[in-house]
């Protein structure tokens, strides 16, 4: 348990969130969108795709925001690997799976 707290804690340090690194430009971008209705907000994309990994075993650590494909890229740690998921932001809709 501590291992994979340890893991957790030390591969979300290592890599700056890209909620960080996001320009303030991106950041009021996909803040209208959302509120246009034309993106879903990352709480809803949690609800979404979150449990359905969790179910698999993997445990959530982070994400990213690719603000030119409009996807949310979430990661998860499987007790083996990285697993990167790319999401619509739009649908919700899990588009890729990468291990």
């Not at 179910?55 to 409009?70: L, P």
Request: charged share 35%.
């Amino acid at each position: 348990m501590f291992r994979i707290l340890g893991l957790s804690l030390a591969l979300t340090l290592a890599l700056p969130s890209a909620a960080q690194a996001q320009s303030r430009d991106e950041q009021v971008e996909a803040r209208k969108e959302m509120r246009a209705g034309r993106q879903l907000t990352l709480d809803e994309i949690h609800r979404r795709v979150v449990p359905q990994f969790e179910r698999k075993g993997m445990e959530y650590i982070t994400f990213e925001w690719d603000n030119s494909a409009k996807v949310y890229r979430l990661k998860f740690f499987d007790d083996r690997q990285v697993v990167w998921v790319d999401v619509d932001a739009r649908t919700g809709r899990v588009l890729r799976i990468r291990r």
